[in-house]
């Protein structure tokens, strides 16, 4: 059965890549320790020479990009329930898109989060760490940091909603009373994507790019 | 018998013609190829070495006891030029025998018993026919075919025959066709001794080469390969500070420019020769002071302490001073140049305008058009342990630049991206729980 799943194309791609994976950095590692090259690690470097400007924007990108997934994979699982039971039962379809715009609300946090964000993001002159100054360099973590908050919550609310969404429906062809409870469920649900959006605003607060 | 010494033969002047081919292209000192046939036989002669030239002295070692034994009558066919290109050019060697310019001589050789300098040393024109005189003991009769049928030999005593022949000159007929009727005119002298029934060993050479190949001179003093480029410039030794006799500070630099203004230029400091005076050193802090003869005066400041995150010393180039009439600017380079105390530390370029890992300390107008530029720069501070080697250089440039490492990060990430998005789509199925092919199939009410 291990060979079934071995003989899998998806398996044997992801051992491929992971093999790939640990073993560069095995090797990249036992390097640095033998050569005693190991003081040139250095987080530190990496963390003042790489510019703050790509940590903002991959701030940016993730919270868009993250909470779309989590409204898209919210909706996809609802909807497929709404139609499948939508089938025996058609008049579960019109209530049941409650559960399809909660989805969609986690994809509406992560856009204005992501322009809130970019609204941020202003050039300064800056070259070398010193010219580019501390508050520069907060202002790149504090993006990027909010953009994954705002991204990961709704992603997972987004999930969670859709979930949901699809017991929902589909209790609902059973026995329309159900409808109403589960809703409740919903509501917990959403409420933790918001939890992102107000914390991601607290993050990026102070921040201040620019000279 | 006979044919298979005539077909020997045959197979031998092929050969002779081919090792001429094969020496033709080695040699470039002047040589003349010589065949000798006798009707008599003529004793053995080992085969040269390929690109050996034999010298007039093995010639007259190997004439000496052919000639010692009674008399003889030498006939000596001297062509004005001859060379192995000649016979190989119009010796239908290829495959053509029926070109071949030599059809006389080739039947003698084979009728007879034949012998082959390839390649004789030329060093005169008359060298040959002396060498002959010389051990024959007579004097050369100048002859042609016609005269000879009429010219009285006596075989009792040595003779020496002279045929000239000449040689492809500009004139009407081409040098195949003269080369065709100096072989008439030696298949006819040899015709006329024999009619005549005197035994003779006949020579065929030339008095100087046709063709001399000159070689470019080779270098004598370089064998094997060397690289095209212009020779390295000497490498200076580096600037060894010493303590209590022992080496402390290394520097070593290919140029250490500096210009204090864009009018008067870049100066080398690099090539004069600095005093050390005023350097210090001791286990903390090094300072290597370099007085130049042209009024500079250079100055590094160097630190070594422990770190404890990293758990290990470190040093850093503190400041970097120039004064220069006077005029002190002083740079701070610990930002940019350290390394662990054990090493050295290297960079291709320090300098003070691009990528600089000097900057200036003060904000003093004036000094802010002086410029430093140390090209190929090494320093060491500590940890030399009475060596005068460098120690392990840790250099400025990194192995992957910030700018790949941010490359790298986003594209792995976008590459993890869509290994998720992939994986996902290649893991939708169809539905097929409730798929049951004997079962009745669904109705689908057509009302709420």
Known sequence: MLLEWMMNGHAILYTGVTLAFWSTILIVGICYTIFDLGFRFDVAWFLTETSPFMWANLGIGLAISLSVVGAAWGIYITGSSIIGGGVKAPRIK??????????????????????????????????????????????????FGAGLTVGFSNLFCGICVGIVGSGAALADAQNPSLFVKILIVEIFGSAIGLFGVIVAILQTSKVKMGD | MAESRIHARGRLFSFILLFFVGLSSVNSTAQVPLVIWSTDSLPPLPSPSAGHISSDQELAVYLRPVFASGPHTVLLFLQEKLSKDDLTHYGGVFGNKQDSAFKNLEAALRSSSSVTFPALEWRSPSAVTALLEAELGASPVLADPDTLSHLSIDTSVNNLLLINLPYCSDSLKSCKELLHDNDEVLGKALSVLQTKGIPYISIFTGQQPSRVISETAVPQEKVGRSLLQAVAPDVKPPIVFNSTGNPCIMLWAQNLNVSVSESTGW??????????????????????????????????????????????????????????????????????????????????????????????????????????????????????????????ASDCASFFTPAIWMGLLTSLLMLLIFVYGLHMIMQLNTMDRFDDPKGPSISVPQSE
């Open chain 1, 94 to 143: 019109t209530k049941n898109l409650v559960s399809i715009i909660f989805c969609e609300a986690v994809a509406i946090y992560g856009i204005i989060m992501a322009i809130v964000i970019s609204n941020m993001a202003e050039n300064f002159s800056g070259t070398t760490p010193e010219t580019i100054g501390a508050r520069n360099y907060q202002a790149g973590y504090s993006m």
């Open chain 2, 267 to 392: 100066i080398d400091l690099a090539a004069q020769t600095p005093n050390l005076t005023g350097s210090t050193c001791s286990s903390s802090s090094s300072q290597l002071v370099l007085r130049y003869p042209s009024g500079h005066v250079l100055s590094f400041s160097m630190s070594q302490r422990f770190y404890p995150v990293s758990a290990r010393n470190w040093f850093s180039l503190d400041t970097v001073e120039l004064q220069v009439g006077g005029v002190t600017a002083s740079y701070v380079g610990s930002r940019g140049i350290y390394a662990p105390a054990e090493y050295s530390f290297r960079c291709q370029s320090v300098n003070n305008f691009q990528n600089a890992l000097l900057v200036m300390n003060s904000t003093n107008q004036s000094l802010s058009q002086w410029r430093l530029n140390f090209i190929d720069f090494q320093i060491q501070g500590f940890s030399l342990n009475n060596g005068t080697n460098f120690s392990y």
